[in-house]
């Protein structure tokens, strides 16, 4: 067994603290940069110079290490990634290396910069909280820099208000965009069609750069600090799981990026990375592909009812829920995404280093939920005593696939496990954006209407 930590261990500003650490490494992605059209358009992977007001704006991306008691065997701690109490998950750290690259680029070129981004909630909240903070901070202003976001009609529920909503001139510029489509991961296409309609026309009449934010390296460029942060808060172990809940598990390929950023750093190397996938019954995809190769939901257990407690019960795969209230539920509208294209990148690596995955229901978790909420009691990441509060179910799922992993002997021969926290907030942590301050779209000509009206709000035409 690896040694104990007098935790919670804490960088409390990861993004000013290893911002050396990130020069080689932005430099990398740079030059691996695609893309010059004004649809592609993308700012430099490079962050402006320091300053006071760079300092304050990332202030809020902390990462600690907490204890979590041992359970059959294993060593289990808790990578929190949720300190940002403007959004509580870990897509604060991406939205904040984004947001600092349009800033750079619009104070080198002066040219303005209207992000667009499709979300199933949380990058949408995080984003929009970066962009604020940006203007608040003073590195740019609200004529300068402005955001679109597009989400799921299912999603509307986790959207955190703030002054891009509820100040009317922000609003003005910022405009939230709900769609109410067949599938919620529609989002993408329709965000997509309009910024490859409309990029050209926006930017010749108006200067402005439409920016889709969605690439994966705009997410692994910060999702690498994770592997820097276990490099300085754990301690030294042969080989170590990491269990993170996922819809496209960016934010492990960010974590195996940095996991090799800091072999190029030189010291001792991390120990041996092995990937274990948390997801629920609604989006299994990436479990599906890691067990049969393909995304198909034609390879889900069959389920049965049980005529005794009412419960949909299987016994076929221990990768699945052993009992669900519903075999077609959706747990959490955080995770959307079917047949991701990241698949091919996760399953090699989890076939070369170990890991696995698996799925959890509602029920299972519910039934876990006292005894994770006794785990994290003493973390920083507590949670209500009443489920029903919870709007985030990430972390509780990561846990309940721990622990369910570990019952059925599916976790690998390592006894360190590291479970990234990348989302936990309740009812009581944010104001839901109202109806009346959001608007819709139901295909990329109503987007692109919402999208000229804000460039207008804060620009007339050249």
């Known amino acids: 067994m690896t040694t104990t930590l007098s935790v919670p261990s804490l960088v409390a500003d990861a993004l000013t603290h290893y911002r050396s650490a990130l020069a080689p490494e932005f430099a990398t992605l740079e030059k691996a940069r695609t893309g010059a059209g004004d649809a592609e358009f993308s700012p430099a992977f490079r962050l402006p110079e320091p300053t006071a007001a760079l300092e304050r704006f990332f202030s809020v991306s902390g990462i600690a290490v907490a204890d979590l008691p041992d359970y059959r065997g294993h060593r289990l701690r808790l990578l929190d990634l949720m300190r940002n109490p403007g959004t509580r998950t870990t897509k604060t750290l991406a939205s904040l290396t984004i947001v600092a690259r349009a800033v750079r680029h619009i104070t080198d070129t002066g040219e303005r910069i209207m992000i667009v981004t499709p979300s199933s909630a949380n ?141 190029r750093a030189g010291g001792a190397p991390l120990p041996s990375a092995r990937y274990f996938l948390v997801q629920h019954l609604g989006t299994p995809d990436m479990v599906l592909s890691l067990r049969h190769g393909s995304h198909s939901r034609d390879n889900l257990p069959t389920y049965r009812r049980d005529p005794g407690d009412g419960l949909y019960r299987q016994d076929s795969d221990p990768h699945f829920p052993a009992s669900t209230f519903d075999p077609d539920e959706q747990l959490d509208a955080t995770f959307y995404t079917r047949r991701p294209a990241t698949s091919a990148r996760m399953d090699p690596l989890i076939a070369a280093h170990g890991g696995g995955g698996v799925v959890v229901s509602l029920h299972e978790c519910l039934s876990r939920y006292a005894q994770i909420r006794r785990m994290l009691a003493d ?82 035409p050249a």
């Open 123 to 263: 990058k949408a909240t995080a984003l929009r909280d970066a962009v604020q903070r940006a203007i608040a901070c003073g590195l740019v202003t609200a004529d300068q820099l402005q955001i679109t976001s597009v989400v799921p009609a299912a999603s509307v529920a986790k959207l955190w208000s703030s002054a891009l909503s509820e100040d009317p001139e922000l609003r003005a510029r910022n405009p939230l965009v709900v769609h109410d489509g067949a599938e919620p991961a529609a989002v993408k296409d329709l965000a997509t069609a309009f910024v490859t309609t409309h990029a050209h026309e926006l930017r010749r009449r108006y200067g402005v750069r439409l920016w889709y934010t969605l690439g994966l390296d705009n997410y692994r460029a910060a999702d690498l600090l994770r592997a820097f942060a276990e490099r300085d808060l754990l301690p030294r172990t042969a080989s170590r799981t990491h269990v993170h809940s996922v819809s496209s598990a960016f934010g492990l390929l960010g974590h195996d990026l940095g996991h090799a950023a800091v072999a």
């Open 379 to 460: 973390t920083g990441a507590a949670l209500p005593a009443d489920p029903r509060r919870l709007r985030e179910w990430s972390l509780v799922m990561a846990l309940t696939g721990t622990l369910n992993a570990a019952d059925r002997g599916l976790l690998p021969d390592s006894d360190d496990v590291l479970v990234h926290g990348s989302g936990s907030y309740t009812c009581d942590d944010y104001r839901p954006v109202p109806a009346h301050r959001r608007v819709t779209a139901d295909d990329a000509g109503d987007l692109a209407r919402h999208v000229t009206a804000a460039v207008r709000a804060a620009a007339r």
